[in-house]
């Protein structure tokens, strides 16, 4: 795929078919069908994470972000609900400190918690959420807009290089899939 932009595509006006292109990209990384994690999986998130600490519903939500590599973002409206029923069955205790209500495991929680021995349920959130996973989209667009500024502002010589550079880039991104 020699030459796999069309011809006259930079250096014509025709950014907005980049920009396109990015958000194109960025969609298919968006839009997963189905749940990333199991039913369950954000009550013993949080479970697991306040038997380390007490925290509140925002460290909470962060803390998962953060240890799933950004592929698992509990909502509010999933985390805080789960926050109320484990307060209800007696599992955590809720004290307000500096405005923000702070969560800690009580006794019978901390016999409910994971044990250490567990895996934790932001290692078993999908395929799809593996560590660097997030940065995935991430580097893809920050490719696509340097194309573009190539595009805009490369002469014809720099833009046939780097069509020659995202030539190579492709075969090798079809290689390491081809690896086992």
């Given at each position: 795929m020699r030459n796999s932009f069309p011809a006259g595509w930079f250096g014509t006006g025709n950014i907005d078919g980049v920009w396109q292109a990015v958000e194109d990209f960025r969609s298919r990384f968006e839009k997963r069908s189905g749940s990333r994690v199991g039913r369950g999986e954000v009550r013993a998130?949080?479970?697991?994470?306040?038997?380390?600490?007490?925290?509140?519903?925002?460290?909470?939500i962060h803390e998962i972000e953060e240890r799933s590599g950004g592929g698992w973002k509990p909502s509010a409206?999933?985390?805080?609900?789960?926050?109320?029923?484990?307060?209800?069955?007696?599992?955590i205790t809720a004290e307000e400190?500096?405005?923000?209500?702070?969560?800690?495991?009580?006794?019978a929680g901390r016999e409910e918690a994971p044990g250490a021995d567990a895996s934790p349920p932001w290692e078993s959130a999908g395929p799809v959420s593996g560590?660097?996973?997030a940065t995935l989209p991430k580097a893809g667009v920050e490719l696509a807009q340097?194309?573009?500024?190539?595009?805009?502002?490369?002469?014809?010589?720099?833009?046939?290089?780097?069509?020659?550079?995202?030539?190579?880039?492709?075969r090798r991104l079809y290689l390491i899939l081809a690896q086992d």
């Open positions: 998130a949080v479970l697991a994470l306040l038997a380390e600490r007490p925290m509140h519903g925002y460290q909470i409206g999933s985390v805080y609900p789960t926050l109320q029923l484990l307060a209800d069955e007696g599992l400190t500096n405005g923000r209500k702070i969560y800690s495991l009580t006794e560590i660097g996973f340097v194309v573009a500024q190539v595009g805009r502002t490369g002469s014809q010589k720099q833009v046939q290089e780097a069509v020659t550079v995202l030539d190579e880039a492709r």
